[in-house]
């Protein structure tokens, strides 16, 4: 894999400003975020169970209930009738059975006295039979209308909080009502549903039992709602989306979530302990895999083939491939190849030399002083031109450019000699250097070279920078100019 395409900085490139960061050792949480819904554990639409006319309702709309309280009564009185219709009919056919039940007592007795014949006696058997048979029905009606009865109470199925009511006293409820009663909602304990990606099911199911710990944050991910537990994981991926739907439990106390909800669920999966981290933006893709750029001590970089391991927003873990304390390139990797020079924020742009990094190109430094060395006293246009005159005329690398600048810089040409007795007085040590036209690009020039890094915001912003260092007259950026034009040639225009 390659860092950066075929313009990226090489070994004998111009250096590249980087930006770097030190692999170092961390706790790495492994934190799974999700959007959710706040889905109750239980939701009841409460219906009346027989038909009739509703004499009361018992709840305040939005209470909180509990499982077995009233909350409707409906007129009892036909119901009251029919258990007793049933209970009579019960007797009726309880005392029909005592009679028969005598009955064949006596039979049995005369047939072993051998005074009644043998079909008499089974002829009462089976009477007695049918008696038996009639009081179970008996018994089954006075318990259905009993039932009944009870049913004229409407009561809570379970614990929540009622909704908004669907009927008022004087109407006539039945089961096929669409509306029902009431509807009740369980608010503790309540359901956040989401769904992971499939790659994340089996390191879930793996650490359900030890238990996760769930966050739920209100919609700017600013505010913790509630705080629970993962509770389980569904039993097939989604095809159409493939991800898997699951379950975090939280006991809802102070009541922040709300049924149908949407909230931010943050999941933390695991620490992994004594991690070797590096932030997320120093990791690369290629087509070998991942990869990073390491800082060398000369000012290089190395492409090193790594294995990533767990991510989180901002830091990556490494798995293989690089030591704690190695320095890795965070920004600006994009123009790197493997052995590309860079430098570091702060830094000058030039070689590494035996007293350390130089920001200067090799002889810009004695340059910049020659064209410094105007004659002592000399200020103005006049002490500006000879203090251009010997880098201009070494530039030329002429004989007559090396005299000229010998002449310029010739001693005894200050305020008491003859020659500069009609000089201006010296300018302020803070005045501007003054510069020739061939020492800043022209306004076409200038163009170009932003218009060719437009795309790039980075390399763009490295531009304007050089050109505002040779608007102020800045000898290393006016150097830098000149090599640029030697290199390209008058119509040059790049950086």
């Known amino acids: 894999p390659g860092g950066g395409g075929p313009g990226g ?31 109750p554990q239980a939701t009841a639409k409460v219906r009346a169970q027989v038909t009739g006319t509703l004499q009361q309702v018992l709840f305040k ?14 007129d009892p009185r036909q119901f009251e009738m029919a258990l007793q219709q049933a209970t009579g009919a019960r007797m009726k056919d309880e005392a029909q059975l005592q009679a028969a039940q005598v009955t064949l007592q006596r039979y049995r007795t005369l047939l072993q006295q051998d005074s009644i014949a043998r ?32 049913y004229t109470r409407v009561v809570a199925p379970i614990t929540g909080r009622v909704g908004l009511r669907q009927v008022d006293v004087g109407n006539v409820v039945s089961p096929g009502d669409a509306n029902g009663v009431a509807i009740i909602t369980q608010l503790q304990p309540i359901d956040v549903q989401f769904s992971v990606p499939q790659d994340q099911a089996a390191l879930l199911q793996s650490r359900a039992r030890e238990g996760m710990k769930a966050v739920a944050l209100d919609r700017t991910r600013s505010t913790a709602l509630e705080t629970g537990v993962f509770a389980s994981l569904d039993n097939q991926v989604d ?16 009541m922040a979530l709300f049924p149908s909800q949407f909230v931010n669920l943050r999941l933390d999966v695991q620490v992994v302990r ?20 390491v800082l060398n001590e000369d000012r290089t970089v190395s492409q090193r083939v790594v294995k990533a391991g767990q991510a989180t927003v901002d830091k990556v873990q490494i798995v293989q491939g690089l030591q704690l304390g190695e320095r890795v390139i965070t920004e600006g990797a994009d123009r790197l190849r493997d052995g590309s020079r860079v430098v570091l924020p702060g830094e000058g742009r030039g070689t ?3 007293g350390g990094w130089s920001g200067r190109r090799p002889g810009a430094s004695a ?25 201009s005329a070494a530039r030329a690398g002429g004989p007559a450019g090396r005299a000229q600048g010998a002449a310029a810089a010739a001693p005894g040409a200050g305020a008491g000699s003859p020659a500069g007795a009609d000089l201006p007085a010296p300018a302020p040590a803070s005045a501007a250097p003054a510069t020739a036209p061939g020492d800043k690009p022209t306004p076409e020039q200038r163009q170009r070279m932003l218009d060719s890094a437009a795309g790039d915001p980075e390399q763009l912003a ?3 920078k050089f050109l505002e260092a040779l608007d102020r007259g800045d000898p290393a950026a006016v150097e830098r100019w000149h090599a640029i034009q030697q290199r390209r040639g008058p119509g040059g225009g790049g950086q």
């Open 61 to 74: 709309e939005g209470q909180l209930v509990r499982q077995g309280e009233v909350l409707a009564q409906i």
């Open 9 to 39: 900085a090489g070994p004998r490139g111009p250096a590249t400003t980087v930006g770097v960061a030190v692999a170092e050792r961390a706790d790495l949480p492994v934190v799974l975020e999700a959007l959710g819904t706040v889905t």
């Open 274 to 293: 004594d991690a070797v981290v590096v932030p997320v933006a120093a990791l690369r893709h290629g087509n070998n895999g991942d990869f990073v750029f």
């Open 462 to 464: 490295r531009r304007r």
């Open 367 to 391: 340059a910049a002083g020659g064209a410094g060395a105007a004659p002592q006293g000399a200020s103005g246009p006049a002490a500006a031109d000879m203090a251009r005159a010997p880098a």
């Open 239 to 254: 095809t159409a989306t493939g991800t898997v739907k699951a379950k975090a439990r939280f006991a809802n106390a102070q």
């Open 119 to 150: 079909q008499e006696v089974d002829t009462q058997e089976a009477t007695v039979k049918q008696l038996e048979a009639a009081l179970v029905v008996d018994r089954a009606n006075e318990g259905t209308a009993r039932l009944n009865l009870g």
């Open 352 to 354: 590494p030399g035996p």
